[in-house]
């Protein structure tokens, strides 16, 4: 019985330190999942990092665009690369400057001031049409050290301005108000032609946005000329129309004229037929007179006056 009972007491002591075991196996093949789940999801994120990294150092030059890729802590216009369509890789020390090569169109909303020789001061809104010519990205870029956002809005701008200024004080307000803002035009435009087309920035056109903005007198005085031009046509209209209708009359009375004048004719013309008719027959009135009479005769007769008297064969 005794040794029963140690027999039990010994597979319980065995059976214990096997639970145990077991319990420890578990913890540690817990902690190596989660040892392996950790080092996988760091390696996950790092990849990942990796991969955003990466991704934001790749740049697109599209369709119509020419790129210039510089070192942003070199002399910018001495390392730069021109790329053409397709992905590159920009590093952490480098920019990319994208021109396109299709026609650009830019209103400034900004109004020009310029002024007239006799010191009138105007303001004008302007737009512009150029392109980029591709063979000469680089110049450009050397030229002015930045983007074509900025080189239209600054330098382009500044252009303009100057040639508004510089050509604006040739002309005085009468001649700008009577179709010398045209001309105007035209010459800033040859200027900053001549200017740029050696850089590469090819100018299409330059146009008016609005209407020229005049001083106050400058206005009043194109207003009143205008309506002064509207009133004299209307008395030019009016003094056509007084012709027009004076003409009408006359044409009609005229017309009344001759047809007096033609049926005139025709019935002195016929009398004159008539009376050469009865020169040629005197018969003619005596039977006329015969035709006439009624068959009696007069009741008195005055001493000397003829009796109607028709001779019988």
């Known amino acids: 019985m005794r040794n029963r009972d140690e027999e039990v007491i010994t597979y319980m002591d065995r059976r214990a330190r096997e639970l145990d075991q077991e319990r420890e196996d578990a913890v540690q093949a817990k902690k190596k999942a989660v040892k392996k789940t950790l080092i996988g999801f760091t390696v996950g994120v790092v990849a990942v990092a990796a991969g955003l990294t990466a991704w934001s150092f790749l740049h697109t030059v599209p369709a119509g665009y020419v790129g210039v890729r510089v070192n942003l802590y070199a002399d910018k216009g001495v390392q730069n690369e021109v790329l053409g369509t397709g992905r590159y890789i920009v590093g952490i020390?480098?920019?990319?400057f994208r021109f396109p090569t299709f026609n650009q169109?830019?209103?400034?909303?900004?109004?020009?001031?310029?002024?007239?020789s006799d010191a009138m001061e105007i303001k004008a809104r302007v737009g512009v049409e150029y392109n980029i010519n591709p063979e000469k990205v680089a110049?450009?870029?050397t030229t002015y050290r930045k983007g074509i956002d900025d080189i239209t809005q600054i330098n382009l701008r500044q252009y303009i301005s100057d040639g508004l200024i510089k050509h604006a004080v040739k002309m005085?307000?009468?001649?700008?108000?009577?179709?010398g803002k045209s001309k105007l035009l035209d010459d800033v435009t040859q200027e900053i032609k001549t200017k740029l087309e050696p850089v590469g920035i090819r100018i299409i056109?330059?146009?008016?946005?609005?209407?020229?903005?005049?001083?106050?007198?400058?206005?009043?005085?194109?207003?009143?000329?205008?309506?002064?031009?509207q009133r004299a046509l209307l008395r030019e209209n009016e003094v056509a129309q007084s012709k027009a209708e004076a003409e009408k009359l006359r044409v009609a009375a005229q017309g009344e004229a001759d047809a007096r004048i033609t049926k005139a004719k025709a019935?002195?013309?016929?009398?004159a037929i008539?009376?050469?008719?009865?020169?040629?027959?005197?018969?003619?009135?005596?039977?006329?007179?015969?035709?006439?009479w009624n068959g009696v005769l007069p009741q008195y007769l005055t001493s000397g006056s003829p009796v109607p008297f028709v001779p019988v064969k």
């Open 105 to 116: 169109l830019e209103n400034y909303r900004q109004p020009f001031v310029f002024q007239s």
């Open 274 to 292: 008539k009376a050469k008719a009865l020169r040629d027959n005197p018969d003619i009135l005596q039977l006329n007179a015969i035709d006439k």
């Open 93 to 96: 020390n480098q920019q990319l």
């Open 205 to 229: 056109k330059l146009s008016w946005t609005d209407d020229l903005t005049y001083p106050e007198q400058v206005r009043q005085s194109i207003n009143a000329k205008i309506e002064a031009t």
């Open 172 to 179: 005085d307000i009468n001649e700008l108000t009577q179709g």
């Open 139 to 141: 110049t450009i870029f």
């Open 267 to 271: 019935e002195a013309e016929a009398i």
